[in-house]
């Protein structure tokens, strides 16, 4: 069921259990633009059902925020112009080379270019699998996109975040609405999760040149200002006081500048960013 935001703008809440992220829609007088496409067939044409019980204008526009799969493999459903940034345009470019039968899979994840999730997904969510070929975008932008729905302005931005280097993020100005898709999260690499800790202060700064007061992220669904303030902060605390792989140390920096323990979300931050300094260190 979609929830509504407001009188233009829509979203489809993330379901964790199935790697389905956070779909947004947004709609002008003219024209309606939905933010990622989902992560199979089956759940962009979900979102599509929902789509179709509503009284809006026809959709236009696809905008995909970031090339991981759960965020992209529905696109082929849709009857629009699908917009990317030129770096999630080179990754995606990776996928329309795929194979996506039983055996093509289970090598793509025996080689690490898969998850085992996103095979289990593609294998009961996309129907005629052995013979789909994943379409290409229809509009790459460099830095950023101005959109007009008719009276409704979206602003598409590239930002490099502490998730992937490609990421996209909505504005909708006249509502004080953003759509992150998963650019305010982490990343796993060689099976750590880590903060980029040098894209943190630069990301934040980026986003926060918009003035949004609720933010549409892309595995918990919606944010308010505050909510969103504190996050920042929590984040930026412990980055602060990660200075090498030591998480002794870096706690026990935290306790001398904050007078206090960090809490739960800052200890995951902080091992997060620990995280970050031995992977630079390999």
């Given at each position: ?18 790697e389905r992220p956070t779909l ?106 052995d013979s789909f070929k994943l ?148």
């Amino acid at each position: 069921m979609l929830n509504k935001l407001s009188e233009t703008i829509y979203y489809l809440s993330n379901q964790d259990d199935r790697e389905r992220p956070t779909l947004g829609l947004v709609c002008g007088n003219r024209y309606s633009l939905i933010i990622d496409s989902g992560n199979s067939s089956q759940h962009a044409k979900d979102f599509l059902l929902e789509i179709e019980n509503l009284n809006v204008p026809p959709v236009k526009y696809v905008v995909i925020t970031h090339a991981h799969w759960d965020h992209f493999l529905g696109m082929n459903e849709f009857d629009a112009t699908v917009i990317v940034n030129s770096q999630t345009n080179e990754i995606i470019k990776e996928w329309q080379s795929l194979s996506y039968d039983d055996s093509s899979l289970q090598k793509y994840v025996t080689t690490s270019q898969m998850s085992a999730m996103c095979m289990k997904i593609i294998q009961t969510d996309m129907p005629n699998r052995d013979s789909f070929k994943l379409k290409s975008p229809d509009v790459i932008f460099e830095n950023t996109l101005t959109i007009d729905l008719g009276n409704k302005i979206c602003i598409l931005k590239s930002i490099k975040s502490t998730h992937t280097d490609d990421s996209t993020i909505v504005y909708i100005p006249d509502e004080k609405v953003i759509f992150l898709g998963d650019c305010a999260y982490g990343t796993t690499t060689n099976s750590l999760f880590h903060y980029k800790q040098s894209l943190l202060l630069p990301m934040i700064k980026d986003i926060q040149k918009f003035d949004a007061e609720m933010f549409l992220l892309g595995h918990e669904s919606i944010c308010d200002l505050n909510e969103m303030n504190i996050y920042w902060e929590e984040l930026t605390t412990a980055s602060q006081v990660v200075k090498s792989t030591s998480l002794e140390n870096a706690i026990e920096s935290f306790k001398a500048e904050n007078k206090r323990d960090p809490n739960d979300n800052e200890i995951f931050f902080i091992k997060a960013f620990v995280n970050d300094h031995i992977i630079q260190s390999q």
